[in-house]
């Protein structure tokens, strides 16, 4: 399985690496970006990986830009150490939404629920991201007309 991690913080990257490769020595992690502008071009630039393991917020902005920018028909585990009221949205519509610090059982359940789904990339379309993306900011809105 091919994982491409796109997360901005040195020692979560790492992190993330070790515990895929924990899980499954056969991981092979093509590649680690810190940023929507690399992610962006990565995956303009390259083969699909099999999974996205993608930071919500990243330095120059949300990884929900990278969808917005370019069709990406990835299956993907999203993380942060925050923004709570996605993770209903997220259970639904993608394959996993875990909390930071990553912990080997969080990321281990989510890998054997991608294992489980048998995802078919051709399968996968774009308009779920757009879902998952229209939900949070959803609840982005309904969260400030609260305040």
Do not use: C
């Not at 399985?1 to 895929?20: F, G, N, T, W």
């Not at 629920?113 to 308009?127: A, E, G, P, T």
Request: no cysteine.
């Amino acid at each position: 399985m091919k994982v491409l991690i796109i997360e901005d913080e040195y020692h979560s990257a790492q992190r993330a690496k070790s515990l895929l490769l924990e899980y499954d020595q056969n991981i092979n992690v093509v590649d680690t970006v810190d940023s929507v502008e690399k992610a962006t071009n990565w995956l303009v630039k390259h083969q699909e990986p099999d999974l996205l393991l993608v930071d919500i917020h990243l330095a120059d902005g949300s990884s929900f830009d990278i969808f917005k920018k370019i069709p990406v028909k990835n299956p993907v585990i999203f993380t942060t150490a925050y923004d709570q009221y996605a993770i209903q949205a997220f259970k639904i519509n993608s394959i996993d939404y875990l909390l930071k610090p990553l912990d080997f059982e969080d990321l281990s359940q989510a890998l054997n629920k991608y294992h489980q789904l048998n995802y078919d990339r051709k399968s996968i379309d774009s308009l779920d991201i757009q879902r998952i993306i229209q939900s949070i900011e959803t609840n982005q809105k309904n969260i400030n007309l609260d305040f």
